[in-house]
């Protein structure tokens, strides 16, 4: 369900009680910037320039505008968007792995947002910028309820990291195949679509999802992308990898260079913290309990997607992180917790072997 509809059940009235920090959070922030940061310098050495230490490889960099919708109801007018506005927007496509992999082998998608020029009080550390970030990924709910969970196969996918790519490929086509037996039996493997089990579709019709909640205002929600239009057409097209690495990045840019698109923004509040927790990350929040309803739009004009200028200003020079934004976003449980300091340490790590400063932008 989705779009515009009323609510079903009140919404949670968010309280600090709701979240529950584990005791060893510390401990295990270290250990997730520990083991990035070794995925980090695997592919410096390797490559003689820092990426990120997941989701390295771009896709495209998009220019584009996102406006909040006009007379929203008292639970949806919150935060950000409590008033209507249009807002200067980044994105930014990635794949999920450390290392810049041929297409073939086929991994998550994610779509980094950052809107500038948002006006009101700021979370901690992110004082004196004006950005609002929303990083999403083209599945419901992350594939660890915890961050502790989620070292576990870091670990093992920073023991990948710039391993034989033909290794990989195969990797990922006997994935697909599992993963297709697995959705005839009615289920779907996080674990194997992680691992690369993704089907290769156009990046462009994917509905991407912020997977874990943030604060909204007084309430709590979690949010989604959803192409509408032209790009809605684009959802489950195939793309063919065989004789292009970059057959996302080609998409991408033959979309563009002729058409523009658009999104609808959509929030999905908590009704209810028994099915729709804070702390379980792996946990989709039930859809008829409460649908997702579209708060905001987001459109992009035809465009060059892979400019050196904007691969320059967007992929090297920006951070995206869920950490920058308004207090009345704070992102909430322990996996976004854990991606506070994590992603000021990647981030760090480019701005210092790459030369260069990494900042938040004031305006496009
Ligand atoms: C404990 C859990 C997580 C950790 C430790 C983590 C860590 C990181 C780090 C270090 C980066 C690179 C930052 C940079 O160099 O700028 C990153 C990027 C990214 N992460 Fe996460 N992440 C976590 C969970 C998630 C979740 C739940 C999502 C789903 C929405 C997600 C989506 C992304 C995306 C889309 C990017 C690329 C952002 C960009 O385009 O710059 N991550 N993550």
Known sequence: MSGQMPLPNPPVRFAPAMEVPAGNEAEINRALIDTMGKISQTTLEHSGHATRSVHAKSHGVLRGEFTVLDALPPALAQGLFASPGRYDAILRFSTIPGDILDDSVSTPRGLAVK??????????????????????????????PTPEKFLGS??????????????????????RGAEAVIEAFGGKSATITTMGGQKQTHILGETFYSQVPILYGDHIAKVSLVPVGDLATLTGAPI?????????????????????????????????????????????????????????????????????????????????SPWHGLAAHRPLGGVMRARNSTYVSSAEFRSRHNGCPIHEPKSL
Request: with cysteine; glycine share 6%; net charge negative.
């Open 240 to 320: 063919h990898t065989a004789d292009d690495p970059n057959a996302l990045r080609t998409a991408v840019s033959q979309h563009y260079a002729t058409s523009g698109g658009e999104w609808e923004f959509r929030v999905q509040l908590c009704t209810d913290l028994e099915t729709m927790p804070i702390e379980d990350a792996s946990v989709v929040w039930p859809e008829d309990q409460s649908p997702y309803v579209t708060v905001a739009t987001l459109r992009t004009a035809a465009q060059e997607s892979w400019s050196p200028e904007a691969v320059a200003a967007y992929d090297e020079g920006l951070s995206f």
């Open 115 to 144: 809107l500038v020029g948002v006006p009101g009080a700021r979370l901690t550390g992110s004082e004196a910028d004006s950005t609002q970030d929303f990083i999403m990924v083209n599945g419901p709910a992350f594939t660890a």
């Open 154 to 175: 870091l670990k093992t996918l920073a023991a990948t990291t710039d391993h034989a790519e033909g290794l990989k490929k195969v990797v990922s086509a006997v994935a």
